[in-house]
């Protein structure tokens, strides 16, 4: 028997945990999604299927840090920021599979100091 990658058990992950969390309007889900150089989020309403605010590290004004800690939390106070111009300032945080450390927790923990509620 083969192992399985990391990308698949990654995807194994999401499932599950997408079988639980569903974006609605009044509460969207923040999507996050860290590739090895770059990560990325947005915050979607799943009902009807919108992308409501969305930040990366391959933007043009955000790209100085790239897709370290540090560029971590400017993506995350950028999406939050986002967000509330859009009127959301409730959300359900989806981490995509991907262990709630490092990157992944400085982007929700900027996002939570930029005043969205998790």
């Known amino acids: 028997m083969g192992r399985d990658s990391r990308a698949e058990i990654r995807t194994r992950i999401h499932t599950r945990i997408r079988k639980r969390v569903t974006g609605t309007p009044e509460r969207p889900r923040l999507a996050v999604f860290r590739s090895v150089n770059h990560i990325y989020a947005q915050v979607i309403d799943d009902s009807q299927g919108h992308t409501l605010a969305a930040a990366a590290s391959t933007e043009k004004d955000l790209k100085q840090h790239g897709g370290n800690v540090q ?48």
């Open 71 to 118: 560029g971590a939390k400017a993506i995350g106070k950028a999406v939050a920021q986002r967000a509330k111009d859009k009127g959301v300032t409730k959300v359900v945080f989806d981490r995509g599979g991907f262990l709630y450390h490092g990157r992944v927790k400085a982007l929700a923990d900027a996002a939570r100091e930029a005043g969205l509620e998790f």
